[in-house]
């Protein structure tokens, strides 16, 4: 059975990840129903610990026009008690109904509403934080050059998919051209590039440039190349002529609160997904730091065919001091 999930279940999911970063938080998480034996679907499960005594904390969330109903109180309540979940919270993209409200508090139950910020409230919640730029860099390389420590081979373009790369014994062999990708698919690569672009004035930002970078192994006495079973060669070093490919999109935030939290969040154009398909967007949502007058957050890229999608935690880059 697929999982259940809408964009507001997903930032509510973002949001909790963000607020409770020492426990684990599942989204569509099944639960065994004690009374019926089967497995029963959660919107967002939060396993947590109070001092040697762990918790469970089951959030349901519902985005219909009107508020939510007592009825759907109740079903909740129900449906949480024969789940064994210890703490029920429920977010309503519309709020609640009186009714709702006075049967929640009655079984301590906790309810949340997304509300918007209106543009008076913007500055208190998000000082200048109105809006974050999307960027994916693509990298490929022009040019390569293997360093050996002793003679080196003569290598072709036949031999990428064949001559084997050995990185020591705690890894698999890998093939040449597999770990000139995995170079360039290093986010360290990322990490160096990205800052120097952020310092070019935004108009002169390149969507495509070139640099030169070395990778040097982790092992260099036990990295080396295998052009068949009885050679191998150590390899010291791989120099990379590399071209990057730049594509950003605006991403406008609005500011809300939920549950007492500030929170931003906001869409946009899906420009991570290779296939083209941008029916999905990306999603961000962050909350401000407790220490320090910072965001920090979850982004969310929708992944296609069936599989999960792909969350990551988002903080400030920090620049290089060496670069």
Same mark, same amino acid.
């Given at each position: 059975?697929?999982?259940?999930?809408?964009?507001?279940?997903?930032?509510?999911?973002?949001?909790?990840?963000?607020?409770?970063?020492?426990?684990?938080?599942?989204?569509?998480?099944?639960?065994?129903?004690?009374?019926?034996?089967?497995?029963?679907?959660?919107?967002?499960?939060?396993?947590?610990?109070?001092?040697?005594?762990?918790?469970?904390?089951?959030?349901?969330?519902?985005?219909?026009?009107?508020?939510?109903?007592?009825?759907?109180?109740?079903?909740?309540?129900?449906?949480?008690?024969? @789940?064994? &979940?210890? $703490?029920?919270?429920?977010? +309503?993209?519309?709020? *609640? %109904?009186?009714?709702?409200?006075?049967?929640?508090?009655?079984?301590?139950?906790?309810?949340?509403?997304?509300?918007?910020?209106?543009?008076?409230?913007?500055?208190?919640?998000?000082?200048?934080?109105?809006?974050?730029?999307?960027?994916?860099?693509?990298?490929?390389?022009?040019?390569?050059?293997?360093?050996?420590?002793?003679?080196?081979?003569?290598?072709?373009?036949?031999?990428?998919?064949?001559?084997?790369?050995?990185?020591?014994?705690?890894?698999?062999?890998?093939?040449?051209?597999?770990?000139?990708?995995?170079?360039?698919?290093?986010?360290?690569?990322?990490?160096?590039?990205?800052?120097?672009? @952020?310092? &070019?004035? $935004?108009?002169?930002?390149? +969507?495509?440039?070139? *640099? %030169?970078?070395?990778?040097?192994?982790?092992?260099?006495?036990?990295?080396?190349?295998?052009?068949?079973?009885?050679?191998?060669?150590?390899?010291?070093?791989?120099?990379?002529?590399?071209?990057?490919?730049?594509?950003?999109?605006?991403?406008?935030?609005?500011?809300?609160?939920?549950?007492?939290?500030?929170?931003?969040?906001?869409?946009?154009?899906?420009?991570?997904?290779?296939?083209?398909?941008?029916?999905?967007?990306?999603?961000?949502?962050?909350?401000r730091d407790t220490e320090g007058p910072g965001f920090s957050g979850q982004l969310m890229i929708p992944r296609f065919e069936g599989a999960?999608?792909?969350?990551?935690?988002?903080?400030?880059?920090?620049?290089?001091?060496?670069?």
């Amino acid at each position: 059975m697929p999982k259940r999930t809408n964009e507001f279940q997903k930032l509510v999911l973002m949001i909790q990840r963000t607020l409770a970063r020492e426990a684990t938080v599942t989204e569509s998480a099944m639960r065994r129903n004690k009374a019926t034996g089967a497995e029963n679907e959660v919107d967002i499960l939060i396993e947590a610990s109070v001092g040697a005594t762990p918790i469970t904390i089951g959030v349901e969330c519902v985005e219909y026009a009107r508020k939510a109903s007592i009825e759907w109180v109740q079903r909740m309540r129900g449906k949480h008690m024969d @789940l064994s &979940i210890d $703490k029920s919270v429920l977010v +309503s993209a519309s709020g *609640f %109904s009186p009714n709702a409200l006075r049967l929640a508090e009655a079984h301590g139950i906790q309810t949340m509403t997304l509300v918007e910020a209106k543009s008076t409230d913007w500055s208190e919640l998000l000082g200048d934080l109105k809006q974050i730029m999307l960027c994916s860099f693509t990298f490929s390389y022009t040019r390569f050059t293997l360093n050996f420590s002793d003679s080196s081979p003569s290598i072709t373009r036949e031999d990428l998919d064949r001559s084997i790369v050995y990185r020591g014994e705690a890894d698999d062999p890998i093939t040449l051209n597999e770990l000139l990708k995995a170079i360039l698919g290093d986010r360290r690569l990322l990490l160096k590039v990205f800052p120097h672009w @952020l310092e &070019i004035p $935004k108009d002169q930002r390149p +969507s495509r440039f070139r *640099f %030169s970078v070395c990778w040097r192994p982790f092992s260099p006495e036990q990295t080396g190349l295998c052009p068949d079973a009885d050679t191998f060669y150590t390899l010291d070093s791989v120099d990379l002529d590399v071209e990057a490919t730049v594509v950003n999109t605006p991403l406008p935030l609005q500011a809300a609160t939920l549950g007492g939290s500030a929170i931003a969040h906001g869409t946009a154009v899906n420009i991570f997904d290779e296939s083209q398909d941008r029916s999905r967007k990306v999603q961000i949502a962050l909350t401000r730091d407790t220490e320090g007058p910072g965001f920090s957050g979850q982004l969310m890229i929708p992944r296609f065919e069936g599989a999960d999608d792909r969350i990551f935690a988002v903080s400030p880059i920090e620049p290089n001091e060496e670069d």
